[in-house]
């Protein structure tokens, strides 16, 4: 079994977090849903969610029970097994689609950075996205429990990116030496 709690189909221990919230104030609310949004954990209905058992995820999901409480509502926290292989497998499945959606939202940006550097775009600009891109891939892979199979696309396409905007860096630099020296003699 490896860190995520994810060994053989039909073995995975999963953390459920079932909570309730008041209300008022709404912002109790919409601070565990953010929270839960951050480690990618999967609703299974209104105020139940569920998350493969890891020490991280564990923590955090205690975490999250204490503030529940602390803000006037109820949580508990389970452990679970899904009853059948194929309850598991919907799960995990479940997991890596949302997974693979955030890496193709990935790979688009990191093509359009792509085309940009190569086109000559603004150098500052194209740092801030790609710093903004490399953020976004490093969450996503903190939220990939199951290894979804974009994942190495999504990689291969942010440090294609990264090469690209390296070009543009460089050819900037380079026409910059050359203006100096070429003002010297």
Do not use: C
Not at 104 to 110: K, Q, R
């Amino acid at each position: 079994m490896d860190a995520a709690g994810v060994g053989d189909a039909g073995k995975t221990r999963w953390l459920i977090l079932i909570y309730q919230l008041p209300r008022e104030p709404s912002r109790h609310r919409v601070a565990v849903w953010r929270k839960l949004k951050a480690l990618g954990a999967l609703y299974l209905q209104d105020g139940a969610a569920a998350l493969p058992e890891d020490a991280v995820t564990r923590e955090q999901l205690e975490w999250l029970q204490l503030r529940v409480r602390e803000s006037g509502g109820e949580a508990t926290l389970w452990e679970a097994l899904p009853n059948t292989v194929a309850e598991d497998r919907d799960l995990v499945e479940s997991f890596r689609s949302s997974r693979e959606e955030a890496y193709e939202e990935i790979v688009a940006g990191a093509e359009r950075v792509r085309r940009k550097a190569e086109l000559g775009g603004d150098r500052e600009a194209l740092l801030a996205d790609l710093k903004e891109l490399e953020r976004a891939f490093r969450i996503e892979r903190r939220r990939d429990y199951f290894r979804s199979p974009r994942r190495n696309e999504a990689a291969s396409a942010v440090k294609t990116a990264r090469e690209a905007v390296r070009g543009v860096e460089g050819a900037e630099e380079d026409g910059e030496e050359l203006g100096a020296t070429g003002g010297v003699g």
